[in-house]
């Protein structure tokens, strides 16, 4: 026949093409479905046992009264009552607050000041000034520790030495419960600036070289650049270091592990060393388990109140 | 009038240019000075407690604390260092950590890469669902689920094995998620290419996505790494003989157990970081030209 155009033709010769053929073009795309379960199997399995069923076990515990020599009873909400009206958990919580505005504030702005340094000097020794900074990131909490503890040593400690260059008396750092967060606090910004330093310095490259020469024309100073440029061209950023950076001091517990236990009088028993030390001693589980879903449900929750913020704000821009 | 090459006209403006030059020179040279000072103070801050660690290694029992502080020893100590790398139970030490931390991050690679093709490249059912629970794991906290890993492994008798810190921690929805990143990247002309020549989906991944995979490799491998060298609390929970410690436990009870010892304390902790900085000087270039993707995920 003549008159047949070319699709009669093809809708004659069987199903169509596999676009036309939902089923079929289904089973074309996942061709490989085996094959692909087979590469995420041992990723999957093993996130399945070691963090997905033990986070659903600690839920699960949380609402049970158990110990590693009886079997779980169901006590509802008790071990979260217990946690809350606990004065050495709410203590814990206080005093992780209290290290987050001795660490935190003093991190944002060395970081801010040292990004501010690295775009303006020359690319050797920005480089150098990098590898210094992220140094200390890579060295391990327990070589820190050990580190600091002999510098604050009582009688040898290099500290006490330098103050008394000063006519300053030697403080027992570690040993005195109104010294020893601050001690910790040290390590911990050495330990933490890295990572912020030069997260910053990456956004602060970013910002365009045009804005600061309109700005030099108008003739503003560096303080006015980075007042009404820099720091606004940030702020996301910045948000974003101030939250991982909370929530990351809040969670410090190596530290005092190693270097003070917790002590002197509780005056390092950050919360996460409070839940720790509970893990260990506590064969009651269930009040350990449920003071650190609180304490990450907090978390979570101010993350996420201030990530809204920041994206809310951003689509109004 | 004589004819001027270019080079000459320019000669000639030169005493033009020098004294509006001279002055912003003098500008620049004091504001150059004050960021070198300020660079400099950073520098010592970061480096100081490293390098205070590794010269006390060189100094006396006595010395490490002693008043009035002296940076340097009064006579260079070699042998604490040749002590710790001669004793054996640091040898041992040394050489379990290394090999634990090399399957680990072997491991890992495989485990998590494999899984990055598979999200990044095929098609398959559930695989949002499975998307948004392997991304999910990322935000569970290490001390929600500390005691129950620890219920978990001890069910699975795989306590004061070398198993039970290679295994827990080898799959990770970070390095699933980063890797997964880079393959996006790899144009799909190069797999087409392959799929022609009659590549099925694991040859592309072994011949193509493998080979292509260098930087994301060393940048994971290096994060694996560390976090297998440094690790400190889980190997206390899990780890009970003492021949069987990992270096940051041997290190603790170190410093507990033989208080005097400082010299040869300080020398040991300077050998358990020379590995990874070391590391960390050959692949910086690497490892910092990553932390801008880390902020910004």
New interface residues.
């Given amino acids: 026949m003549a008159t047949t155009t070319a699709s009669a033709q093809l809708a004659e010769a069987g199903p169509g093409p596999l676009a036309e053929d939902p089923a079929r073009h289904r089973r074309y795309t996942n061709r490989y479905a085996g094959f692909a379960y087979l590469m995420l199997a041992p990723a999957v399995i093993l996130l399945g046992i070691f963090v997905i069923w033990p986070a659903i076990y600690a839920v699960y515990l949380a609402f049970q009264d158990w110990s590693f020599y009886k079997a779980p009873t169901f006590v509802g909400l008790q071990n979260f009552t217990n946690v809350i009206t606990d004065p050495l958990f709410i203590n814990a919580i206080v005093r992780g607050l209290k290290f987050v505005l001795m660490t935190v504030p003093i991190m944002l702005v060395l970081a801010f000041l040292f990004s501010c340094l690295v775009v303006s000097v020359g690319k050797r020794f920005s480089t150098l000034l990098k590898i210094s900074i992220y140094l200390p990131t890579i060295i391990s909490t327990v070589i820190t520790s050990i580190i600091f503890t002999i510098i604050y040593d009582y009688s040898g400690g290099l500290l006490n030495w330098a103050i008394g260059l000063f006519g300053l008396d030697s403080i027992p750092w570690l040993g005195d419960p109104k010294y020893a967060l601050k001690a910790i606090a040290i390590p911990a910004i050495w330990l933490g600036m890295g990572l912020t330093s030069l997260i910053m310095v990456s956004a602060m490259i970013d910002i365009p070289e045009e804005f600061y020469e309109a700005a030099s024309m108008e003739g503003a100073n560096w303080w006015k650049k980075t007042l009404y440029i820099t720091i606004p061209q940030m702020k996301n950023i910045l948000l974003y270091l101030l939250v991982t950076d909370f929530v990351a001091a809040l969670q410090q517990y190596e530290l005092p592990l190693v270097m003070t236990n917790g002590g002197p009088l509780d005056s390092t028993m950050l919360p996460n060393l409070f839940i720790f030390s509970h893990f260990r001693g506590d064969p009651t589980a269930g009040y350990s388990i449920a003071a650190a879903l609180l304490l990450f449900v907090v978390l979570g929750a101010i993350s996420a109140g201030i990530f809204r913020v920041v994206n809310s704000e951003k689509s109004v821009d | 009038m004589h004819s001027h090459t270019p080079a000459q006209q320019m000669k000639d403006l030169i005493p033009m240019i020098e004294p509006h030059r001279r002055a912003r020179t003098r500008r620049w040279w004091v504001g150059g000075l004050l ?2 000072a ?2 400099l103070i ?2 010592f ?3 100081f ?2 390098a ?2 590794i010269i ?1 290694g060189f100094k006396a029992k006595t010395e ?6 002296q940076f340097f020893p009064e006579v260079w100590h070699w042998e604490n260092y040749v002590r710790i790398l001669s004793d054996s139970a640091f040898l041992r030490t040394l050489g379990w950590t290394l090999s634990g931390a090399v399957l680990f991050t072997a491991l890992s690679l ?3 890469s ?2 990055a ?3 990044a490249r ?4 559930f ?1 949002k669902t ?1 998307w948004v ?2 991304i999910t ?1 990322m ?3 290490g ?7 620890f ?3 001890t069910k699975l008798h795989m306590l004061d094995t070398l198993a039970v810190l290679v ?5 990770s ?1 970070a390095s ?1 998620f980063f890797i997964r990143q880079f393959y996006l990247n790899i144009p799909r002309s190069l797999e087409e290419a392959a799929e022609l020549d009659g590549c ?3 040859r592309i ?1 072994m011949r193509l996505f493998l080979p292509l995979s260098k930087a994301p490799f060393v940048v994971m491998g290096i994060t694996a790494f ?1 976090s297998y ?2 690790s ?2 889980w190997p206390i929970m899990v780890m009970a003989t003492p021949e069987k410690f990992v270096l ?1 436990q041997y ?2 009870t170190f ?1 507990s157990e033989r208080t005097s010892e ?1 010299g040869i ?2 020398a040991g ?1 300077a050998m ?2 020379a590995p ?2 070391i590391m ?2 050959v692949f ?1 270039k690497q ?2 030209g990553n ?2 993707m ?3 995920k």
């Fill in positions: 960021k070198g300020v660079g950073f520098i801050l970061a480096l407690p490293l205070w660690m006390a490490v604390l002693e008043t009035p502080f495989t485990v998590n494999m899984a093709y598979a999200f095929l098609e398959f059912p695989k499975l629970t392997v794991t935000f569970i906290p001390m929600t689920i500390l005691l129950t890993s219920i978990v492994v295994i827990p921690g080898a799959a929805a699933i099925g989906a694991g991944f560390l060298w440094n400190y609390v940051q290190l603790a410093r400082l304390l300080m902790s358990a970081a990874v900085i960390f000087l910086q490892i910092i932390i801008k880390a902020g910004l």
